[in-house]
């Protein structure tokens, strides 16, 4: 009965480095969200897996970043050279088939801080 | 085209008091419009969500109402309690293309007792 999990829960890394946040989505999910929120705002879609496959990358800021699920149930997303700008509370939702209207579950987030 | 405007940024009410939060949206499209709530340090949760096929829709002291013609949503919250204290936000949707959820930008609600 575990809600969706996000790991690290904080992530402190330099400038340029490469970081990998974790995702596990709720067990028999195969809708699985990543959105990203800056301080003081509302979280932004970033991409949508149905299964293994992207749905929809469009959210990704640019090819620093990319996400993958290769069996269908943990995620990770992965930024090269991190940049100070990229650093905000990543977040991860899934939702059971990716329908209309289905709710989406979120987990806790990470927090990134790049320095 | 994919906005939504929420207000006001913050909101402190008295315990007892009703609280509201208003969300506009440009997109046509939407067709679906939830509202989350967050506490420090979480995820976001859905709180209820709406469809734009009727116009009030109530959940305990929870309470959408809805207006297609003016593109605006507002969540209403009866009797606020300290512990819905918490950031909320509105959110969009449409069947027709992204799953993804578009959000505004946050109300941070404070009761005071």
């Known amino acids: 009965g575990a809600g969706v999990s996000q790991t690290p829960s904080n992530k402190v890394t330099e400038k340029g480095k490469y970081v990998e946040l974790r995702c596990d989505p709720i067990?028999?999910?195969?809708?699985l969200y990543w959105y990203r929120q800056s301080l003081g705002q509302g979280p932004e879609f970033l991409i949508y897996f149905q299964g293994t496959g992207a749905a929809d990358d469009s959210g990704l800021p640019n090819d620093r970043f990319f996400a993958v699920r290769p069996e269908g149930s943990v995620s990770t997303l992965k930024i090269q050279r991190t940049e100070r700008g990229d650093s905000a509370v990543y977040l991860c939702?899934?939702?059971?088939?990716?329908?209309?209207?289905?709710?989406?579950?979120f987990g806790p987030g990470t927090r990134l801080l790049v320095l | 085209q994919q906005q939504v405007k929420q207000s006001p940024q913050s909101l402190i009410v008295q315990k007892g008091g009703i609280s509201i939060i208003n969300c506009a949206y440009e997109n046509t499209a939407f067709d679906y419009f939830p509202w989350y709530q967050q506490f420090p340090g979480k995820g976001p949760a859905l709180l209820i969500a709406i469809r734009p096929d009727v116009s009030e829709k109530k959940e305990g002291r929870f309470t959408i109402s809805f207006n297609k013609s003016a593109k605006q949503f507002s969540l209403h919250i009866m009797d606020s309690q300290p512990g819905d204290s918490a950031t909320y936000f509105c959110a969009a949707s449409t069947s027709t293309g992204r799953r993804a959820l578009t959000f505004g930008s946050g109300t941070r609600l404070q009761v005071q007792p």
């Open positions: 067990s028999g999910h195969t809708a």
């Open positions: 939702a899934s939702s059971l088939v990716g329908g209309y209207q289905e709710t989406q579950y």
